[in-house]
């Protein structure tokens, strides 16, 4: 079926003033969009600011979206534009390397910046999702897992899924799901007091 | 419908693959229920996880949705007056198709009041100029001005001349403006290079989004 109805419908939901509906968007479109800046900006830390900026262009945009494309195709074009003023804003002001770190006057965080480049912590904390995410994976029954891999790795459709592993679309619905949850599950065990635990609690 | 069923439905819904009546409620719940928000946003981390995309967060953990929820807190939603309008229509004075009179009533009563307002404070020949064939609304343009002012337009030799650029010299306002199933990152040999850059993004009021700092 691999319609659109999911992000019309959060779509039309952020144009009657529902803002949560575009957090949802936001939370399934952001590593996309920041993997698609990437290929402009080759930065991390500037994707993520060239994302967030294009996510927020987007929402402002919003009303005027008439759905005349799928809103992904519609959020592509606003982030390349994005990352592209990026590059051009960038080259018009470079980055001053001639600074001295050693000079007192030089701003503090600057200095940080500098020094420190990345974020242990970031990085970290992405390992860790992704080996409690594999570790879960080794986990899972051959069934779920394989349903899985070929929705996510593959991107094939429930149907195609369905011909693929010779059972009905709702059998891979529900595989998917329970190979989702188990996941899940072991997310909210390793991380269990952030990942939104809170807000699940409130 | 039950936990497993609702998100048995979200999974779906994920995927785009949900009937489209059933998206809509969904839709409708997923934007306000901040557990299921967690929920769905997991879901995009395991599989940016899978695709060996860098940078995965989860909800919550300073992730891109986090910022752009923060910088979007002060921005109004989107059909909200409308929406608020058609939700309050008890509390209406008037019907919608009344409100042009209303206006036009009002630019009216304001009209009158400064034509009586310059008969009692200035000049005979202002009040005549003033009075001359301009229609109302130039009217309360022209006489809104402090006493000063509309001495300048009158004619007469004896008015004093008055600097109206008041102000203009003065400093404008800025304008505005598979041995893993976890793909490893195409960025996993190369140092990462995360720079704390999002702190700069608030400057001052942590809701104005100033855009990336370069």
């Known amino acids: ?202 | 419908m039950n936990n497993e069923e609702r998100d048995s439905q979200l999974s779906a819904m994920f995927d785009d693959e949900l009937p489209a009546g059933e998206c809509e409620l969904l839709a409708r719940r997923l934007a306000r229920d901040p557990a299921l928000q967690a929920r769905w946003g997991r879901y995009a981390a395991i599989g940016a996880c899978l695709k060996g995309q860098a940078g995965v967060r989860l909800p919550g953990h300073d992730s891109v949705a986090d910022h752009v929820r923060i910088a979007l807190g002060g921005e109004p939603a989107h059909g909200a007056s409308a929406l608020e309008q058609s939700q309050s229509g008890a509390g209406r004075l008037m019907p919608r198709w009344l409100m042009p009179l209303g206006m036009v009533g009002s630019a009216a009563a304001v009209a009158a009041f400064a034509i009586v307002w310059m008969r009692t404070q200035a000049p005979a020949g202002v009040v005549a100029q003033a009075q001359a064939p301009a229609a109302p609304s130039a009217q309360v343009s022209q006489a809104a001005p402090p006493p000063a002012l509309v001495a300048q337009t009158a004619p007469a030799p004896q008015a004093t001349p008055v600097d109206v650029t008041l102000g203009s010299s003065a400093p404008l306002a800025r304008s505005r403006e598979r041995d893993s199933y976890v793909l490893p990152p195409p960025s996993l040999n190369a140092p990462m290079v995360l720079l704390p850059t999002r702190d700069a993004n608030y400057q001052g009021n942590p809701v104005q989004y100033l855009g990336p700092v370069h």
Not at chain 1, 132 to 161: F, H, Q, W
């Open chain 1, 1 to 202: 079926m691999t319609t659109d109805a999911s992000d019309t419908s959060l779509v039309q939901r952020v144009q009657r003033g529902d803002r949560g509906a575009f957090d949802a968007l936001v939370l399934k479109y952001q590593h996309k969009v920041v993997k698609l800046v990437m290929r402009y900006v080759r930065n991390p830390a500037e994707a993520e600011d060239v994302a967030q900026e294009a996510f927020i262009k987007a929402y402002r945009a919003l009303p005027n979206f008439r759905g005349d494309s799928a809103f992904y195709t519609w959020l592509y074009r606003i982030a390349i534009n994005t990352a592209k003023n990026a590059i051009v804003a960038r080259d018009r002001n470079p980055v001053d390397f001639d600074l001295d770190l050693t000079d007192p006057d030089e701003p503090y965080d600057m200095q940080n910046r500098l020094k420190d480049p990345d974020t242990p912590e970031g990085l970290v904390l992405t390992d860790e999702i992704r080996s409690t995410v594999n570790a879960a994976m080794e986990a899972l029954p051959e069934d779920l897992r394989t349903a899985i891999v070929l929705r996510e790795l593959e991107g094939l459709s429930y149907e195609d899924i369905a011909a693929r592993m010779g059972c009905p679309v709702g059998t891979v619905r529900s595989r998917i799901f329970r190979a989702r949850e188990a996941i899940d599950s072991r997310l909210r065990e390793v991380f269990e007091g952030g990942l939104g635990r809170a807000e699940e609690l409130g």
